[in-house]
């Protein structure tokens, strides 16, 4: 499984906080960390294969 997202407290998390608004997706959006992320797909029994965090964007892949 590939997982990517917006890391919670990077460039572009904080961006959105700054402006105040999140347009049309981000409004229901929730952002987390990727330890967060990690530990989720950990948790569903899934081992994390690598992650690859660069300006505030996220890249998680892992497998069964």
Known sequence: II???INR???I???YIQDGTKGKFLSWARFYSPEDVA?????AR????RI???AGFSI???QK
């Open 9 to 11: 407290g990077g460039p």
């Open 46 to 49: 899934f081992q994390v294969v």
């Open 39 to 43: 530990a989720l797909l950990k948790e």
């Open 13 to 15: 998390h904080q961006k």
């Open 60 to 62: 998680i892949a892992a």
């Open 3 to 5: 997982v990517a997202f």
């Open 52 to 54: 690859d965090s660069r």
